[in-house]
């Protein structure tokens, strides 16, 4: 029904950036709210940001607040988590989530979200 892909992961260095990428595709174009949410070996899956629908308002967990920006394309329903300053406690496989309920803000539980994709892996060395 919602095909969710997400892109971007990769090798970094502590200190370094990565830019993730997703997109929600359907039959047909509808805008979502969406987040990231992101699992390290051993730990249990946490949020890491959030959009509304409209793009307008974002949410972001502590630990990452001031070094990461989520970001909204509607032409393309993709959203991007501008990744800065990365540390190695950030590696992890990042999930991207879909919220098909129209209108919907983005939220840091899993429970409101519908689809997810396979995720992508980041890694940051020390």
């Known amino acids: 029904q919602v095909h969710v892909t997400e892109s971007g992961g990769g090798l970094v260095q502590a200190g370094g950036s990565l830019r993730l990428s997703c997109t929600a595709s359907?039959?047909?174009?509808?805008?979502?709210?969406m987040g990231w949410f992101r699992q390290a070996p051993g730990k249990d899956r946490e949020f890491v940001a959030a959009?509304?629908?409209?793009?307008?308002?974002?949410e972001y967990s502590d630990s990452v607040r001031g070094r990461f920006t989520i970001s909204r394309d509607a032409a393309e329903n993709t959203i991007h988590l501008q990744m800065n300053v990365l540390k190695p406690e950030d590696t992890a496989v990042y999930y991207c989530?879909?919220?098909?309920?129209?209108?919907?803000?983005?939220?840091?539980?899993?429970?409101?979200?519908?689809?997810w994709g396979q995720g992508t892996q980041v890694t940051v060395s020390s």
């Open positions: 359907a039959p047909t174009f509808n805008t979502y709210a």
């Open positions: 989530a879909v919220n098909i309920m129209a209108y919907a803000q983005g939220s840091p539980n899993e429970g409101a979200y519908d689809y």
């Open positions: 959009i509304g629908w409209s793009g307008r308002t974002t």
